[in-house]
Nanobody
């Protein structure tokens, strides 16, 4: 049984930083891709970043330079370092794995992922 558990969310002032974590059981990040999505109230789920099994990363253009994704194979965990946070970054952040198709072409499509964590709330105050 695959389980993804996110942590690290919280309340932070604009300009601050947070580091989200996603730990997996029953699934190995070093041999598969993993992605981060977010969903703000009243909005659709939005792609944030993705890492291929080989360690290549891809970010949505609007977040490049502020968000960084990394992986610790020994802990079977991935991380999302978020800097210079803005109120518009407020959302529930999810990690997703089990991409059913091409990472190159479909990594940003939330409905192509099989496994999801429960999400962690990030709130950025102005």
């Amino acid at each position: 049984q695959v389980q993804l558990v996110e942590s690290g969310g919280g309340l932070v002032q604009a300009g601050g930083s947070l580091r989200l974590s996603c730990a997996a059981s029953g699934h190995t990040f070093s041999t598969s891709s993993v992605s981060w999505f977010r969903q703000a109230p009243g909005k659709e789920r939005e792609f944030v970043a993705s890492m291929s099994w080989a360690g290549f990363t891809y970010y949505v253009d609007s977040l490049k330079g502020r968000f960084t994704m990394s992986r610790d194979n020994g802990k079977n965990s991935v991380y999302l370092q978020m800097n210079s946070l803005k109120p518009e970054d407020t959302a529930v952040y999810y990690c997703a794995a089990g991409l059913r198709t091409s990472w190159t072409s479909r990594r940003g499509e939330w409905n192509e992922y099989t496994y999801w964590g429960q999400g962690t709330q990030v709130t950025v105050s102005s």
